[in-house]
């Protein structure tokens, strides 16, 4: 079928002007008489009915636990540009997600540029550490970066550890035996994974290149975990030292059970799957580049481990429509 000899591709509402982001949970995501509609059961963020999807005005959605979809409901959001992303409750785990394509290329496309020329590629780095440390960082290269946020990383640790009452002896991870770890670690390594869940989401929602990461490299999801990082400090460890005290008081709790469950409020109650968004954007347009882009040298080679509008329709805010 020759869509563009049609014009029927560009029929699609740009994602500009699309609502965003849509979560719906336990139902089934079908089509009836052409319309593309959620039957829930309820439980869960919304009260069991039937509700009309606007798909044509969204850009992704995102199914929860207890859903299943239709092949013609697939059909459909495939016929009009929304993509579909299967996740954990509020978010905290992120499953799949089939390629969202875009309307546009220019955001990936940026993207691959600024990754692939060695200044550009530093400025953005640089950008990462600002939002995360709250201050201009004047390193040069990678290695410096990485110095830097390992001297604060173990401030911030201490700090959000004493602020929560949870004893803290410094970061230890075995990858082999993660569980050996204290509680505190233990948390630290669940809520990590919580919050890169949300950042595959934010990543899978702006159609930007989860391999290409400014400053981890080795991973296929380098850029999933520099996003990430853009909010360990008041995100994950939050999450992280709120479920240990829990945990410290009331033992026979599940931590990993806990740090989901306080991982998806706090996704909800703070838009950290927007926030996210907002920040991939501002870290890859042209503005906030250029301010980091002057005077600095290649990176090293050592290693670590659509620009369109989209806003987020949290459950809160969806209505039935009539």
């Known amino acids: 079928m020759l869509l563009g000899r049609l014009g029927l591709d560009k029929a699609r509402i740009p994602h500009a002007d699309r609502h965003g982001l849509l ?47 239709t092949h013609d409901a697939l059909r459909i959001l495939a016929a009009h540009g929304c993509g579909l992303a299967a996740i954990g409750v509020g ?9 969202l394509l875009p309307d546009t290329s220019a955001l990936a496309r940026r993207q691959v540029m600024l990754w692939s020329q060695p200044k550009e590629r530093i400025a953005v780095a640089r950008a990462m550490y600002a939002i995360r440390f709250d201050e201009e960082v004047k390193a040069r290269t990678l290695d410096m970066l990485r110095g830097m946020e ?19 002896h410094g970061r230890r991870y075995d990858r082999s035996n993660p569980n050996s770890a204290d509680i505190a670690n233990q948390a630290i390594n669940h809520a990590a994974s919580a919050v890169e869940a949300a950042a595959a989401i934010a990543v899978a929602a702006t159609a930007t290149i989860p391999q ?28 992280a ?57 290649p ?18 805010d969806q209505r039935k429509e009539a």
Request: proline share 6%; charged share 25%.
């Open 91 to 99: 978010g905290v785990r992120f499953y799949t997600a089939p390629p």
């Open 241 to 297: 030292f709120g479920a240990a005290k829990h945990v410290m008081r009331r033992p026979q709790d599940n931590l990993e059970r806990l740090v989901r469950s306080k991982a998806a409020e706090l996704f909800n109650s703070q838009d950290v799957i927007a926030r996210l968004i907002a920040h991939i954007k501002a870290l890859l347009e042209p503005p906030q580049i250029a301010a980091h882009a002057t005077d600095l040298e």
């Open 212 to 239: 290409l990461g400014f400053i981890h490299e080795d991973s296929g999801q380098s850029f999933v975990l520099d996003v990430a990082d853009l909010v360990r400090h008041d995100v994950t460890l939050p999450i």
């Open 150 to 168: 390992g001297a604060r990383l173990k401030r911030l640790y201490e700090l959000t550890a004493k602020r929560f009452g949870v004893p803290w």
């Open 23 to 69: 979560f719906l949970d336990r139902g089934r995501l079908e089509v009836e008489d052409g319309c593309l509609r959620f039957v829930c059961a309820g439980g869960g963020a919304l009260e069991a009915g039937d509700y009309q999807v606007p798909h044509q005005s969204v850009s992704i959605i995102l199914l929860g636990p207890g859903s299943s979809v």
């Open 299 to 316: 990176p090293s080679s050592s290693k670590t481990s659509g620009t369109d509008e989209i806003d987020v329709i949290a459950p809160s």
